[in-house]
């Protein structure tokens, strides 16, 4: 299981921070990375990026590249999300996804709402 | 840059079968998985591969691809199947995992 914390609202221009934590599994397990997710309100699903069981992380597109960090906890079997700079576009719903090794999203968590807001 | 085309919309009438496309340049060399997802509720995996299902999903859904185009078949369209429908793939220049914008099915 995946469960979704973090900050609901953010400042503009702040740092925007959700953490995903795991059960019945742990994230360093091999053949597994794990990923963040958006979905603006009304809108449909964007990839942000993950980090693999090893550590190594991999981000999507440019836009958001200069802007994410994606980092684990291995003694708390959590893994997080820093979003820096952030605008109105960036409210959304984050969401945590395990991706296999057959490209498959097969768990996720409930989400969590991200507001950028003054 | 890569991208999933979806048809933003599509209908059923109960019992009917539907197939849902997505289509896009990194189909020819990756599969595509389809994603259900209704209102207020995280995505759910329903097809990934050439055509498997995660336990618990019902054999009424199923997936195909021909050259740059996967479908999302579903079979005998139930109500509880009313719901938005993303396709996922990647990209095997980029490695890029792109989303298709979705299709609302709606049953009629």
């Known amino acids: 299981q995946l469960q979704e914390s973090g900050s609901g609202l953010v400042k503009p221009s702040q740092t925007l921070s959700v953490t995903c934590a795991v059960s019945g599994g742990s994230i360093s397990s091999g053949g597994y990375s794990w990923n963040w997710i958006r979905q603006a309100p009304g809108k449909g699903l964007e990839w942000i990026g993950y980090i693999y069981h090893s550590g190594d992380t991999f981000y999507s597109n440019p836009s958001l590249k200069s802007r994410v960090n994606i980092s684990a906890d291995r003694s708390k079997n959590q893994f997080s999300l820093q979003l820096t700079s952030v605008t109105a576009a960036d409210t959304a719903i984050y969401y945590c996804?395990?991706?296999?090794?057959?490209?498959?999203?097969?768990?996720w968590g409930p989400g969590t709402m991200v507001t950028v807001s003054s | 840059s890569s991208e999933l085309a979806q048809d933003p919309a599509v209908s059923v009438a109960l019992g009917q079968t539907v197939r849902i496309t997505c289509q896009g340049d990194?189909?020819?060399?990756?599969?595509a998985s389809w994603y259900q997802q209704r209102p207020g509720q995280a995505p759910m995996l329903l097809i990934y591969g050439r055509n498997s299902r995660p336990s618990g999903i019902p054999d009424r859904f199923s997936g195909s691809t021909s050259g740059n185009t996967a479908s999302l078949t579903i079979t005998g369209a139930l109500a509880e199947d009313e719901a938005d429908y993303y396709c996922n793939s990647r990209d095997g220049t980029t490695n890029v995992m792109l989303f298709g914008g979705g299709t609302k099915l709606t049953v009629l």
């Open positions: 990194t189909l020819r060399s990756s599969y």
């Open positions: 996804a395990r991706l296999t090794s057959r490209d498959a999203f097969d768990i």
